[in-house]
């Protein structure tokens, strides 16, 4: 080999030994970063929990969708309410599972018909009774709070929860908040009622607390009567047989008193997780305290994702408003406490806003069912309106007492000022918000809510839902068929109350309106209305006016037959022994039956 030859060689060594270099140089450029992100970045589970909203749920209670002024409401001022609607997304077909709270509310957190829980009703006891009751939502349920804690959630339960108590003993609290999910829970275990407050008429039981009484001070009569015809000898009986009378009436007036004649003792209550703090509760500082619980659960848990359930006692009769607001709307009483419950979402809202959590933080607001149209005191009306829709609260197939607002704000990811008139249901929200949280939804049951987050995006046009079925206790009264094709929305209504008068649209006659019975009529063929022509269901249409009737009837029961395979027999939770008053199962701040407490003292704060 020459020297020439010699040189040409390594210098093409020295110029592929510079290409290697440079190559490899560039390759570590890049692959270095990469390999440091990697060994940086958290682990996966900790991505999850950083990308997890928060998610405050907003329920009030016994508000009719009529209420609401972005709902169409012009007497009642609701700014804070219709703020979330103007900056997310507004729901005109939101339909409660049931028209009453305590099957509404079990489905709302099970994502399930309240039938298949055993939580609506096969008598006329249609909602939990008493907190010593010891039917309530069965352990075995999961609700949504269960997933989200177990996805690193904080969750909170602040408010009304009237899904029972205690099962065998007075501290199982098999059925408590905190036994479904809930870290924290502060608020009333029952609902509130019109005997928390005692300068109003008792609401509880009336009709059957009126029975009771007339028929203590009929055995009381007979028992004096032959008292005194033996006194004066114009009867002949044995003082033994008179105190026998007189024992057995003395027993059975105590044995319907010791539950009716306490009821603010044993149902009006606050409760700090298990502990009972008020018994019976301070009904003028409920509100305050409500409004703090929830600021402070949102200021502790900002750190991490949590999960806020605000169940107002807004706007449930006896309407208890603060003084700053009585007299503010001009719907009387009801409107001043819609006003008030506003101004607590916008309280809410601003300190969402003030530690900064607005864009992580999904908002959303409903009712439980509809407004209560018979709820009246002389001619004041104390329940909610139900806008155009016919009926309202317990009717479990009418508009009015199924369809609720529904409004989801989530600015960055929900769309600002959207409409979606598609059905939805307040059992969507379990797996909705499952999903946020990136649980799985259970396989072991049935759950009939569906996703929302694809519709309220806007990446699907029409709601998951095909069916939607309408119970009444545990009585099948309409099913609505959504014909995605030709956008009809077709209602079938088999049971229909009776109304009291006949032209009122309630039953005033009975103070609601019953299921079964002589106070419902059944229909053969059923009523069928077209929702997206007639939402107020005013003209029911026939073979004659609806060239589609048969075909839609036909329809609407295949799907009832299918819908009905799917359910199985589970235990009555609202069965007469179950809602009864059990003096073992009464919570209780004391030695019972000397339960009374005032555990927050001077804590009040103003409004």
């Known amino acids: 080999m020459t020297r020439c030859s010699l040189l040409v060689l390594q210098d093409l060594n020295t110029r592929n030994a510079e290409i290697i270099w ?18 940086l970045q958290p682990p996966l589970t900790q991505l999850s929990i950083v990308t997890q909203p928060n998610i405050v749920l907003l329920m009030a209670d016994d508000l009719g969708i009529g209420d609401i002024g972005c709902y169409g409401n012009d007497t009642i001022r609701t700014p804070n309410i219709d703020r979330l609607a103007k900056e997310g997304v507004r729901l005109t077909q939101h339909i409660s599972a049931a028209p009453l709270c305590t099957p509404s509310r079990a489905a709302f957190l099970t994502g399930r018909y309240p039938l298949r829980s055993g939580m609506d009703a096969i008598n006329n006891y249609r909602v939990i009774f008493w907190n ?31 899904l029972g108590v205690n099962c065998e003993s007075r501290n199982d609290h098999c059925h408590h908040p905190l036994n479904h999910g809930f870290d924290y829970f502060y608020g009333m275990p029952f609902t509130l009622i019109s005997d928390c407050q005692p300068t109003e008429t008792p609401e509880m039981d009336r ?22 015809g033996r006194l004066t000898g114009l009867i ?52 305050s305290f409500i409004l703090r619980e929830s600021i402070s659960f949102i200021e502790r848990n900002k750190q991490k994702p949590f999960l806020l359930f605000l169940s107002f006692l807004h706007s449930h009769t006896p309407l208890i408003t603060t003084e700053k607001f009585v007299g503010r709307s001009r719907h009387g009483l009801y409107g001043d406490n819609v006003e008030e419950m506003d101004w607590m979402v916008g309280q809410v809202l601003d300190v969402i806003d003030k530690e900064g959590l607005k864009n992580t933080t999904l908002v959303y607001f409903a009712s439980d069912h509809g407004g209560w149209l018979e709820r009246q005191e002389g001619k004041r009306q104390l329940g909610g309106w139900n806008g155009i829709y016919r009926g309202g609260k317990a009717m479990g197939g009418w508009e009015g007492g199924i369809r609720v607002p529904g409004i989801f704000r989530w600015p960055g990811v929900l ?54 079925f309408h119970y009444c206790g ?36 009975k103070g609601i309106c019953p299921c079964f019975g002589e106070g419902v009529t059944h229909h053969d063929p059923p009523l069928l209305f077209d929702l997206s022509r007639d939402p107020s269901e005013a003209k029911p249409l026939s073979a004659d006016t609806e060239p589609l009737f048969d075909i839609v009837i036909r329809k609407i029961g295949r799907a009832i037959e299918e819908h009905q395979r799917t359910l199985t027999p589970v235990p009555e939770q609202l069965s007469v022994y179950n809602i009864v008053w059990k003096p073992w199962l009464q919570p209780c701040c004391g030695t019972f039956p000397l339960c009374w407490c005032d555990k927050e003292g001077d804590s009040t704060q103003s409004l």
């Open 22 to 39: 440079q190559l490899t140089s560039y390759w570590i450029s890049l692959v270095t970063p990469l390999i440091f992100g990697l060994l």
């Open 474 to 509: 545990i009585h099948l009264h309409a099913v609505r068929w959504h014909q995605k094709d030709s956008g009809a929305i077709w209602k079938a209504h088999y049971v229909t109350p009776v109304f009291h008068p006949p032209e009122a649209g309630a039953c005033y006659g």
């Open 132 to 162: 010593g009751g010891s039917g309530g939502l069965p352990p075995n349920e999961t609700t949504f709070a269960k997933i989200l804690q177990q996805q690193g959630y904080s969750t909170g339960l602040i408010g009304k929860w009237h």
């Open 236 to 287: 002949s009986v044995r003082w033994k047989t008179l105190a026998c009378l007189a024992g057995f009436s003395f027993l059975f007036f105590v044995s319907w008193f010791s539950s009716y004649g306490f009821v603010r003792y044993w149902n009006c209550i606050m409760m700090r997780n298990h502990e009972v703090t008020e018994q019976p509760m301070v009904t003028d500082r409920a509100t």
């Open 415 to 468: 769309p600002a000022g959207t409409v979606i008139d598609e059905p939805t249901s307040l059992m969507d929200i379990f797996p909705t918000v499952v999903h946020l949280a990136g649980g799985l939804l259970p396989q072991d049951r049935i759950i009939d809510g569906r996703d929302l987050m694809p519709l309220l995006q806007g990446t699907v046009d029409h709601s998951e839902h095909k069916f939607l």
């Open 207 to 228: 009709a059957f607390r009126r029975k009771l009484w007339l028929s203590t001070q009929m055995i009381g009569l007979v028992t004096l009567t032959a008292a005194l």
